[in-house]
Nanobody, 124 residues
Framework: QVQLVESGGGLVQAGGSLRLSCVAS????????MGWFRQAPGKEREFVAA????????DYIGSVKGRFTTSRDNAKNTVYLQMNSLKPEDTAVYYC?????????????????WGQGTQVTVSS
């Protein structure tokens, strides 16, 4: 069982930045792929970003490319989502997820463990 704890959400004005963190309990974190998803009110949960076990090949949904960056520090069992140039449409609950396969995926069902989520609100 992998426990994931997100932090770093909050309220920010449009154009601002936030950095989300997700700490994993798993001692084999370095072999796990990590993903970020978000869910806005009344909408389905959607893929945002993913990163492989070694930090390679980060993948992003088109609407965040060039604005968001995901990275990881395996020594700290932590994955990050740096969010710049935030827009009101980025408002959602953001979740990190762990996939025991080493490679990231855009598919929600490919992930085995989920964090509790952190709220990001972007005001116009």
């Amino acid at each position: 069982q992998v426990q994931l704890v997100e932090s770093g959400g909050g309220l920010v004005q449009a154009g601002g930045s936030l950095r989300l963190s997700c700490v994993a309990s798993e001692r084999t974190f370095s072999s796990i792929a990590m993903g970020w998803f978000r869910q806005a009110p009344g909408k389905e949960r959607e893929f945002v970003a993913a990163i492989n076990w070694n930090g390679g090949s980060p993948d992003y949904i088109g609407s965040v490319k060039g604005r968001f960056t995901t990275s990881r520090d395996n020594a700290k069992n932590t994955v990050y989502l740096q969010m710049n140039s935030l827009k009101p449409e980025d408002t959602a609950v953001y979740y990190c997820a762990a996939r025991t396969g080493g490679f990231g995926s855009r598919w929600l069902t490919d992930y085995d463990f989920w964090g509790q989520g952190t709220q990001v609100t972007v005001s116009s």
